[in-house]
Every structure is written in C-alpha cells, then in structure tokens.
C-alpha cells in the first residue's frame, strides 16, 4: 500500500492525478521484468502463463477478500487479507524444532519449464 507520489510516467496514474491530485491510496503490484527495456511492453502487455494461475489465484482471491477492508480504510486487514491467501498460515500442531526439520533441497529446474516469476521466488521463500 502507498499513499501519494508520482505518476513516474504511467498514463494512468497521470490522468488520475490530474483528477485526484497527487494524494490517494494505492496497491501496488509487480509482475517483474523481462530483462530487457526493448522487451517490457510485450511482457506487461500479454496473458500470465498457465503456470502462473495458482498464485495468482491466490493473489487475486486475497485481493477480494481485502477490498472491504481497504475500502474501510483499514489497510493492515487488507494486507492480511492478501497474504493468508498467498502465505498461509501452517498449523501451529507441529511440534519439531528447527534441528528435527527435513532439511528441503532445491529440485533440479526442469530444463522445459519457464522461469519462475519474481513472485514465485518470493513466496517460495516463504513456504
């Protein structure tokens, strides 16, 4: 969530701040960036991959789910909101401590499969 700033070129951001003026609330997401400047239009521009639809059904599910909330003005819900659907919560029944814990090791990427996503890395992260 961010309150205010620029339109950092975004035709839309600068047509709402010619309406709204530059103070109001906003979400913001990424979806990263292709690697290339060239490149960038084409990749905002184009459907997710199917391999994306998991977490982004989970993101978008959370986005729901919080839209009261931050329509309320209260945007800690909101953020709650989204990420007990992109993160959920473990059970907190497990008893094994950190040194008990099955040490996870990355599987070999799969040499057909597309990158993971920004996104993907970091919920990963989280898992």
Not at 28 to 41: E, M, S
Not at 112 to 117: F, K, L, N, R, V
């Amino acid at each position: 969530l961010k309150q205010g700033g620029g339109h950092a070129g975004h035709n839309g951001l600068r047509s709402i701040h010619a309406h709204l003026g530059a103070d109001y609330g906003r979400v913001r997401l990424g979806i990263g960036h292709p690697g290339h400047k060239d490149a960038v239009a084409g990749f905002v521009l184009r459907d997710f991959a199917k391999a994306d639809q998991n977490w982004l059904a989970a993101l978008l599910t959370g986005l729901g789910n919080g839209a009261v909330h931050l329509a309320a003005g209260d945007g800690a819900k909101f953020m709650n909101a989204v990420a007990l659907q992109t993160a959920p919560p473990r059970s907190s029944k497990t008893t094994k401590t950190a040194a008990q814990k099955p040490v996870q090791t990355a599987a070999a990427p799969d040499k057909g499969a597309p990158a993971p996503s920004p996104l993907q890395r970091l919920l990963e992260k989280f898992k």
